[in-house]
Structure formats: structure tokens, C-alpha cells
């Protein structure tokens, strides 16, 4: 009997690394699921930070990854594994992917995938994996954010930071949230957080001046290095800065570590990609139970700024290096 699957796939390959006319169509040779695996056809891809970074050679994909660029993707489950039981065939899902989210086809565990929240699209469904995942793991997880803190989040409207600021309202936390653009302070605003306009004013500044030099209890940064003195400044005793990127770099030079001792810091942070397959299980658990019913709610959702069809992936890599964007930029297979 014929499978009823097509060898190969189309993709979106590299020639080399570089910018982002590097990537072209492609094809592949279909995944083939492993036994604690699923085979989703791909209906929508998100595309992330860590995307740009492996398409110009700074982010490789571990070991036995699928070297295929897409850490996110939405669809349908069309073939599992012999020890998969929670899925079956034709159901819709959505899934944290260890590599291989730019194509027709993607194989992931079972245990990061999640159902779609009823009601949503495909492309809403494909636009959750990667920051939520991220945030529940850095913010909850490991900064233990409670409703009774304070939160300042940098890059406000990036994916990330709108799941940071709709988390943490939802909880009852006070979200304060940087940006560098009137129309992007606008959008944190209309999200609930209190708006900081890096670009017109001194974000430790203001909350110095907003908290009535108290701090916040956590800070959540992707910027790096030069925001790492103004971060422990901003801090309140006992307070945590978790690191989640470094786009303006690694490397924090003359750096007074004085604060840390005399407010007791906690510097922390991760990154999604490397954690084992338990972990991410764990986190996929406890967005099922806690992050799924809000979302199912109504309480918020995904903003959407731009949708792509996988051949011109190129054109959303542009956009996402302009940082004009505000929410998720998602590539269509459909």
C-alpha cells in the first residue's frame, strides 16, 4: 500500500550564512516521526529572534536537531510515534519545535505540543510556543514573578514582551515596559503596563521616580550589556533580573557588582532551545493548566503584526531585523 505522504517537502534552505536572501525554497526529505514523536503538516510557522541568529551562522541547532530553521508551528498531527498516546490523527496542535518549523512537514515530541485554544487560528495558535514557553519558563518558573510585584520588561512590544506584560496583568502584577516609538508605547498601554519611551527618557529614571525609589522585583531584558547597570539599579531589594538575549551585546564592561550584595540581586536567565526534552514537557504542562483556560477565556491573545508565505521568508527576516514590528511576525503554509 502507498504511504500517503509525499517523499520530500518543500523547505526553506541556506546556501550559507548570511542575510536574509540566503534563504530560498528547498526540498527536504520528510521527517520521519520517532516513537515519542508526531508528524505535524505545517499550516503556520512563527519566526523568532533565534531564527536570524541561525541563519547567520551565530546560533546552531544542538545535536540531533533538525538543522532546518523554525523553532515554532501550528497544524495537524498526520502520523505519531508507536509510544504517543495523547494525540491523534487530525488533531490540531501547536508546537515548541527543536528545529524545522520553516517547512511543509515537522516532527516534535508529543510533549511540546499543546492543542489549540478553541477558537484560534492557525496562525494564532502558531504564534504561542516560543514566547510562552520563554516567559512561563524565565518570569514564573525561575524569577517566581506574584501578583504583588512589580515587573519592568524591555522591548515591550516585541513577542515576548506582549506575553510578559499579558501574563503578568492577568496575574495582578504592575508591568512597567520600555519601547522607542509613541505607537508601541501606545500598544503596552492598551495592554495594561505603564509605558517608558527609551528613546525620550531614562528608564532607571523613571522608575526610580515611579516607585518612589523603591525598584521593581523583577527585571526582564533582552537588550544586554548596556542596560545591565541601569537593570540592578532599577531593582528593589530582593529583587531578580533575568536575562533572556543579549542583542546589543554580551559583555558588560566596568560593571559595579556592589548593588547586587547591598540590595541581595539575583541575576538569572536561560534560554529555551538547549533544555532537555522533560523540561520543556514541564512547561508545556503548566501552560496547558494555567496559560490555555485565560487564553481560551478571552483574557488576551497573540497580537499578529505580519503573516509571510514560506517563500518569502526572506521579506519576514527583514522585517524582524527593521524592529518595526509590534507582536509576532508568522510565515503561511496554507
Known amino acids: ?55 547567520k551562522g551565530a546560533y546552531p541547532p544542538p545535536p540531533g536537531a533538525s538543522p532546518i530553521l523554525g523553532l515554532e508551528a501550528a497544524g495537524e498531527v498526520v502520523a505519531r510515534g508507536n509510544n504517543v498516546t495523547r494525540y491523534n490523527i487530525g488533531d490540531q496542535v501547536t508546537a515548541l519545535c527543536n528545529g524545522g518549523g520553516y517547512a511543509e512537514y515537522v516532527a516534535v515530541p508529543a510533549t511540546q505540543c499543546l492543542p489549540w485554544p478553541h477558537g484560534f487560528t492557525a496562525i494564532q495558535a502558531a504564534a504561542l510556543p516560543e514566547n510562552y514557553f520563554t516567559v512561563w519558563a524565565n518570569v514564573f518558573d525561575m524569577g517566581h514573578l506574584q501578583p504583588s510585584e512589580t515587573l519592568l520588561v524591555h522591548g515591550g512590544t516585541s513577542g515576548i514582551g506582549i506575553t510578559a506584560i499579558q501574563f503578568a496583568i492577568a496575574q495582578g502584577s504592575k508591568v512597567f515596559a520600555t519601547a522607542g516609538a509613541a505607537e508601541k508605547c501606545a500598544v503596552i498601554e492598551r495592554l495594561g503596563g505603564t509605558p517608558i519611551n527609551y528613546r525620550t527618557q531614562n528608564f532607571a529614571d523613571f522608575i526610580a521616580e515611579a516607585t518612589v525609589n523603591h525598584g521593581v522585583d523583577m527585571v526582564l531584558d533582552m537588550v544586554g550589556a548596556p542596560y545591565t547597570a541601569q537593570n540592578l539599579a532599577s531593582l528593589a531589594p530582593g529583587g531578580r533580573l533575568v536575562q533572556i538575549a543579549f542583542m546589543a551585546g554580551a559583555v558588560a564592561q566596568n560593571l559595579n557588582l556592589l548593588p547586587i550584595m547591598l540590595k541581595r540581586l539575583t541575576i538569572t536567565g536561560s534560554t529555551m532551545r ?10 508545556a504542562q503548566s501552560l496547558l493548566t494555567i496559560i490555555w483556560p485565560q487564553l481560551e477565556a478571552g483574557l488576551y491573545a497573540p497580537i499578529i503584526h505580519a503573516t509571510f508565505p514560506l517563500a518569502e521568508a526572506a521579506r519576514a527576516h527583514t522585517l524582524m531585523e527593521s524592529s518595526a514590528h509590534i507582536g509576532k511576525i508568522i510565515l503561511t503554509l496554507e
Open 274 to 283: 538547549p533544555r532537555t526534552a522533560a523540561e520543556k514537557a514541564a512547561i
Open 1 to 55: 500500500m502507498s504511504s500517503p505522504f509525499p517523499t520530500t517537502m518543500r523547505t526553506i534552505s541556506i546556501t550559507s550564512p548570511g542575510g536574509p536572501e540566503v534563504m530560498q525554497i528547498g526540498h527536504s526529505i520528510l521527517p520521519e516521526p520517532k516513537s515519542d514523536e508526531v508528524l505535524i503538516r505545517v499550516a503556520a510557522a512563527g519566526v523568532n529572534r533565534p531564527d536570524i541568529q541561525q541563519r
